[in-house]
């Protein structure tokens, strides 16, 4: 039988008649109902015109019958809120109902009570979940947790006061494991909320609640072990023996109970020194039940995916894959193919760059666009990130440009500007293969590195002077970036090759001294003018522009692959948080969801230092201050409850934490396009040419949000 | 965890809808639409992903035989969790309707509402399990009607007891239990016949068809596939950095809820007492390359373009498989371009057809022994002339390759026993074995 025929909209005027008409025949129950489906199916169309019928339904109640009671409730959820003077009269029939002998309609009349957000339902539900937290049956119980949630979440002072939630915690040592495993999640949401309350479990229940994994159902499998993070372990072996019991959970057939047994594992081996070398098979465990998540479908894989980075980027010791298993099938949506891609640059290194390159070089020839530019990128990167296979990718990226494809040739003008920053001198045999085919380039990032390289390079370059003309004819319809770059090229191109360079260069700044509306343009024109024209310019004995060359044509600072630098803090928390949303924003929690409590590892003397991983940790300054901390007010720590704020910064102090790495990023951002001219400023333009090429998107999102 | 759960059409127009906590107001999903047509405008710069952040609001949803179910939260959700319970929603309403679309929501919405009920509460999964729901929701009202009648209807023991996934009192005339060992092959192929990945997925499916409550004990030949993980770490150890590469590895296996986990991972039995009916016991993923030098069904494919606007392609076919072993139903899709007409077969062996609004041709070959090969021209005209390398380029589509071989594995994995104690009832029972391995999802061979 189907339904669909009752699935329209009516008018209360019409119901009710019907109800009248229905009372008078026999059979009446069946009719009732019928006419009920009707009711349920005006909720689903959200007819609120229907409120008018509140007393017959109420009245209906009356009849002894499961299924009409059902419906009824629904009704009463959807309109009570609507009508609530009217709603009152259904108060009796709960309150009756409340205590009725059979264990389905004890809950659901608790169910009901709870869902209707009106005084005299609330205050009926305060007196009835208490008694109910302690019913007979397991099934009722179950339902009473969650209403203490409900609750919670309409007056959480009333709920605490009361001591509903010490009730809740009394289920925790209930007998029936169901019970205890719903209660676990009630109460994770109510900790959620609130500020003040934290959830903490002994070492006993911790065992307690692992003993429940084999004998629960997946959901609850899901809340004992997320509860398994409210345990802080005290020393190694405890740490490990956690680890061990939640191994087996990795196997589970639902991807959300591996996810989170993976969370658990990650958790307790911060409380374990080496934990890879105690437990030698547990990265491939975790990279096998990784991987083979991948055979789901595509939103899982992305979930997965996305976690897949984040252990890469902090616990890369802990994990084990395989590259070829990321690599991307033809059908896979572009947000699988993206984020394989940027794990493929993750898990590249000197053995298996051969693999990888020739697989990028795949990619990088397929007709998707936006997937061969991304490869382009990738090559770049790698080069930059491996010395040793930098050769090969460069070549890769040469063979491509010759292939004369415009998008490729764009894309690679950007990469080759970072390798030749990144390996001065090593390349320039890639310059003349661009050079080859620099008609093609008029994209504004393109051009820029295009533009840039022209001045770094003009000596060796033949025919510079026509492809100069060719770029500076756009100059006053150029974007600033490319304005900029332009400007800077040129008077470099004057310093090391006057004769050619004179006429180009006083053309140029005429434009942007006198036709150019935007300041910054025309202030930086004024300045190279005044640097050239100036007295000083020369140097002591005479030689051309000699102080002038000392300013504009010093030495780039070298670029690095920053990639790998995210903010420990951040990961640490990130790591708190796998398989939840934040896990696939990759960015830090506070940012997308301001009201979440921040969630740190609880200090414990087992807890171990966090392992250093940035190939670039030189730089790390000692830890900065707190206060002289330029960060932008996301990154920062959340600063709240002042016990917890010393802690956080005691341990930053201690652990030579530095939550610097992650802010000239940002601030180079902000700053625009920076000027060569400035050493402070040099380190700014690194970072801005590298992050172009960032293929992390933990990096785009966190400027795009 | 999840706010409102929404079930909307193709378009993104809300059908059923089911808030749960209230802390989201009720036409926040109205904006779904526009999100969606949002997405699918940037898609081109790659910014498209399958869950929306707007205004606070988390989107996330699943595509489904033209509809979408979509969950809202405010909060730092366990996403993982939410995107499986959707996906568990679909496969129940699935087993109770046949199939979940449009219509058959409007035709049970009544149902759909009091599953959406039991299925979770206040946002937190609590059952997905079809078999238990049956036992308190029941499509037909009124079978529920005649059991309230002496006003005792009782939560079915299951929802709350250890072993949650089977009711008590099943009876079965004659006991028996089928077991299927199917293993997937997913193989990429370069346009030069090598491998570049292959996996092998493996599922035991087992159709239970027991009395009472069996226990049952599952017995694989150990051909070292199940290497304790403690006997890995000591070989490690005691060699240290040679690499353990000649065992069979079972790279990871998955179980289903009933299976005892702590068991397995301490004494590698696997035990458990069944669902009733069918249900996958356990899934395993091996990475192929230990077990497959060559691919099982070899593609070779040359095309050629010719300068009167005609397309051929030369292909061939090899089983690779042993002589006694055949593969059925072998499909191989070779994609054309899209305006390519009047096509031309002459198969060695076979069927050709051709598929324009896929733009592909199938070869098929019904019964394939192993070790043969056959081969296959085509010919198909080209309206237009155009530049012969444009037309190889703009074809990167892989070809796409089906199969299945029976009375076989690949991993040699083979059932030993399939013990079943029922303490009570002590029955005499029949299992049944049966192997087959098939194409998975992705065998495929990237074309030039």
């Not at chain 1, 264990?103 to 009835?128: G, N």
């Not at chain 2, 059923?16 to 405008?41: A, C, H, Q, V």
């Not at chain 2, 990945?197 to 226990?215: F, Q, T, W, Y």
């Not at chain 2, 039995?269 to 091996?286: A, C, K, N, Q, W």
Request: charged residues 25%; neutral net charge; hydrophobic residues 40%.
């Amino acid at each position: 039988m189907s339904d669909g025929k009752l699935f329209t909209k009516s008018k209360s005027v019409e119901l009710k008649a019907e109800l009248d008409q229905a009372f008078k025949k026999l059979k009446s129950q069946n009719r009732i109902k019928i006419i009920l489906k009707k009711v349920i199916a005006n909720i689903v169309l959200h007819n609120n015109e229907l409120v008018n019928l509140m007393p017959d339904i109420i009245s209906l109640m009356k009849i002894d019958d499961l299924a009409i009671r059902k419906m009824c409730f629904q009704y009463l959820i959807a309109y009570c809120p609507l009508a609530p003077k009217l709603a009152l009269d259904a108060i009796p029939f709960l309150n009756r109902f409340k205590d009725d002998i059979s264990p389905i309609m004890r809950s659901l009349a608790l169910k009901t009570m709870t869902s209707i957000p009106i005084k005299e339902f609330m205050e009926l539900s305060f007196s009835t979940v208490k008694f109910k937290l302690e019913d007979a049956d397991p099934y009722v119980r179950k339902i009473a947790a969650f209403s203490v949630s409900k609750l919670y979440q309409y007056d959480a002072e009333r709920t605490e006061k009361e001591g509903f939630i010490d009730s809740l915690n009394e289920l925790l040592y209930d007998k029936n494991q169901i019970v205890v495993s719903n209660a676990l999640a009630a109460l994770s949401y109510i900790t959620e909320q609130s500020k003040t309350l934290s959830l903490t479990i002994d070492k006993a229940h911790s065992l307690t609640l692992i003993s429940y994994l084999s004998n629960t159902n997946e959901w609850c499998q899901v809340y004992l072990l997320n509860s398994l993070m409210s345990y802080v372990p005290s020393t190694t072996n405890e740490a490990l023996d956690l680890i061990e019991a939640t191994i087996p959970s990795l196997q589970h057939e639902n991807s959300s109970v591996v996810l989170n047994a993976i969370k658990v594992i990650i958790y307790y081996s911060n409380y374990v020194k080496n934990p890879e070398l105690i437990l030698p098979s547990l990265p491939k465990r975790l990279g096998a039940s990784l991987v083979s998540l991948l055979s789901k479908p595509a939103e899982i894989q992305f979930l997965v995916l996305r976690n897949v980075i984040l252990l890469l980027l902090g616990r890369k010791e802990l994990l084990n894959v395989d590259v070829e298993m990321f690599f991307c099938r033809y059908d896979d949506p572009i947000y699988v193919k993206d984020t394989k891609l940027e794990i493929i640059y993750l898990l590249a290194n000197e053995s298996n760059s051969h693999i990888v390159l020739r697989e990028l070089e795949e990619y990088a020839i397929e007709i998707d666009v936006s997937m061969s530019r991304k490869a382009i990128r990738a090559f770049g990167n790698l080069a930059v990130k491996l010395p040793k296979s930098s050769n090969e990718c460069v070549d890769c990226i040469c063979d491509l440009i010759s292939n004369g494809i415009p998008y490729i040739i764009q894309e690679s003008v950007i990469v080759i500007k970072n390798i030749l920053r990144r390996y001065p001198r090593k390349f320039n045999f890639a310059i003349d293969v661009l050079v080859k085919h620099y008609k093609y380039i008029d994209e504004p990032d393109s051009k820029t590195a295009m533009i840039w390289i022209l001045g770094q390079y003009c000596e060796g370059i033949p025919d510079v002077y026509s492809i100069f003309e060719e770029f500076i004819s756009t100059f006053k319809e150029d974007p600033i970036e490319v304005q900029s770059a332009t400007l800077t090229a040129v008077t470099k191109y004057y310093l090391k090759m006057p004769q050619q360079g004179e006429a180009l260069v006083l053309k140029v700044l005429k434009w942007a001294t006198e036709e150019i509306d935007n300041p910054d343009i025309r202030d930086r024109g004024f300045f190279y003018w005044r640097l050239l024209s100036s007295e000083e310019a020369n140097g002591q004995n005479g030689e051309f522009q000699e102080n002038t060359k000392r300013i504009i044509l010093s030495n780039n600072p070298s670029i690095s692959s920053e990639n790998d630098n995210i903010d420990p803090n951040i990961l640490e928390e990130l790591e708190l948080n796998i398989g939840t949303l934040a896990s696939i924003y990759l960015k830090p929690v506070q940012h997308v969801f301001r009201l979440a409590n921040r969630k740190f590892l609880p200090q414990s003397p087992a807890l171990q230092p966090r392992p250093k991983q940035s190939p670039i940790s030189s730089e790390s300054s000692p830890a900065p201050d707190e206060e002289d901390d330029p960060a932008p007010p996301p990154l920062r720590p959340y600063l709240n409850g002042n016990q917890s704020d010393n802690f956080l910064h005691v341990r930053r102090n201690n652990s030579q934490r530095s939550s610097k790495l992650s802010l000239p990023r940002q601030a180079s951002f902000d700053s625009g396009f920076s000027n060569e001219e400035f050493p402070a400023k040099k380190g700014s333009f690194a970072q801005r040419l590298s992050r172009k090429a960032s293929m992390i998107t933990s990096r785009k999102n966190s400027t795009k949000y | 965890m999840a706010s409102q759960i929404h079930f909307l059409d193709i378009k993104g127009k809300p059908l059923l809808s089911r808030d749960y906590k209230g802390d989201i107001p009720s036409n926040t999903i109205d904006k779904f639409p526009l999100l969606l047509l949002e997405l699918e405008n940037s898609h081109e710069d790659g910014d498209y992903k399958p869950f929306i952040n707007s205004q606070g609001i988390n989107y996330i949803y699943i595509n489904h035989n033209n509809l979408y179910l979509c969950a809202l939260s405010r909060k730092n959700e366990n996403i993982m969790a939410i995107i499986i319970f959707l996906s568990k929603l679909i496969e129940v309403l699935t087993q109770y309707f046949k199939s979940l679309e449009e219509e058959s929501i409007r035709d049970n919405f009544v149902v759909i509402y009091e599953l959406l009920d039991e299925m979770m509460d206040f946002g937190v999964p609590q059952t997905t399990d079809t078999k238990i729901l049956k036992e308190y929701i029941t499509q037909d009202y009124y079978k529920l009607v005649k059991k309230s009648a002496d006003h005792l209807v009782q939560p079915p023991q299951a929802v709350t007891n250890a072993v949650s996934w089977r009711k008590d009192g099943i009876h079965y005339k004659k006991n028996e239990a089928f077991l299927d060992v199917v293993e997937s092959i997913n193989m990429l192929i370069n346009a030069s016949g090598q491998v570049l990945n292959s996996e092998i997925l493996g599922e035991v499916k087992v159709k239970s068809h027991l009395s009472g409550m069996p226990d049952l004990r599952l017995g694989l030949n150990d051909k070292g596939i199940f290497t304790s993980p403690n006997a890995d770490e000591e070989a490690g150890s005691s060699s240290a950095g040679q690499t353990n590469n000649k065992g069979i590895e079972m790279e990871d296996i998955k179980f289903h809820q009933c299976v005892r986990l702590s068991k397995f991972e301490n004494e590698r039995i696997i035990t458990f007492i069944p669902p009733d009916g069918e249900f996958t016991v356990m899934s395993y993923r091996l990475s192929a390359a230990q077990f497959l030098m060559k691919p099982l069904i070899l593609v070779q494919c040359k095309t050629k373009v010719h300068k009167h606007s005609r397309i051929e392609i030369l292909c061939s076919v090899k089983a690779q498989i042993k002589k006694k072993s055949t593969a059925n139903n072998v499909e191989v899709i070779i994609p054309i371009p899209e305006d390519a007409d009047t096509p031309k077969f002459t198969p060695e062996y076979g069927t050709v057809k051709w598929i324009p609004e896929k733009s592909h041709i199938v070869w098929k070959l019904k019964t394939f022994p192993g070790g043969k090969q056959f081969h296959m021209r085509a010919e198909l005209g080209l309206p237009a002339v155009t530049d012969p390398e444009e037309i190889l380029s703009s074809n990167k589509k892989p070809i796409k390759v089906n199969f299945s071989i029976p009375y076989f594995t690949t991993s040699g994995i083979q059932v030993r026993y399939l013990r079943i104690n029922e303490p009570k009832l002590q029955y005499q029972s029949y299992p049944w074995v049966r192997y087959i391995t098939q194409s998975g999802d992705d065998y495929t061979v990237r074309t030039k």
